[in-house]
């Protein structure tokens, strides 16, 4: 059923730009399709582009309780700027205080394991509540990203939330989204200007070095994957 209705919607999508292929999904999936943004730069790129489509797309964000400052202040920008609301998500209080408790305020930097762990409690759980209902899942990966993200596709199914993923800036090189963010006045976070490619929680973030992979950046102290769990290849 889903290989089917994926074949469509990348057949019909053809040709359409941001703009277009928002306000496409929106009424395709009515009322049933979301938007979750990080308030990195690709996250901005696709806000914008559902305001300007007036597409009917929830957006939320995962509030891990350990995000930058300058993450927060963006978020704060774009409700002002954009008039959307934007429904946060937060982690189990009492599942953070046990892990913390047991394990150490800074455990992740310990073991894979335990960074796992942080990461389903702050950003998977919190997820599963987000797409509760939806059947479209909106997100801001782009194939240059990572080795990993090349082999996904504008539209794939989700076997883990059980619903379809759109990645609409898949193809977007780091170029367009700029190029994006400059001509349209798109707000953004100013630590994308100062090395830090992927931005997400404070303590698992460096910017990168001249020539190093995008995600180096990510949980930088590890040699594994970098990837917290949303997003994972279907292949």
């Not at 509760?132 to 939330?161: C, V």
Request: with cysteine.
């Amino acid at each position: 059923m889903y290989n089917e209705l994926i074949d469509k919607l990348q057949e019909e999508i053809k040709g359409l730009s941001l703009v277009e292929s928002l306000a496409f999904v929106a009424d395709k999936f009515a009322g049933k399709a979301v938007f979750s943004t990080s308030f990195g730069i690709e996250d901005q790129v696709i806000t914008d582009g559902i305001f300007r489509a007036k597409a009917n797309i929830k957006l939320f964000t995962l509030d891990t309780g350990r995000l930058f400052e300058e993450t927060y202040e963006v978020y704060s920008r774009t409700v002002a700027r954009y008039k959307l609301p934007i429904v946060p998500y937060y982690p189990n209080q009492d599942e953070i205080q046990a892990f913390v408790l047991n394990k150490g305020i800074n455990s992740f930097y310990e073991s894979v394991e335990n960074r796992k762990e942080c990461c389903r409690i702050r950003k998977i759980e919190p997820l599963k509540k987000a797409l509760a209902g939806a059947e479209l899942w909106i997100t801001g990966i782009r194939a240059e990203q990572s080795e990993n993200r090349k082999g996904f596709h504008l539209f794939e199914y989700d076997p883990g939330f059980n619903l379809i993923k759109f990645n609409p800036l898949l193809l977007w090189t780091d170029q367009d989204v700029r190029d994006y963010v400059k001509a349209n006045s798109v707000p953004y976070n100013r630590m994308h200007d100062k090395g830090f490619v992927s931005i997400g929680c404070a303590p698992c973030t460096r910017a990168i070095e001249p020539g190093e992979d995008p995600r180096a950046g990510r949980w930088w102290w590890e040699d594994s994957k970098k990837e917290c769990g949303l997003h994972t290849s279907n292949h």
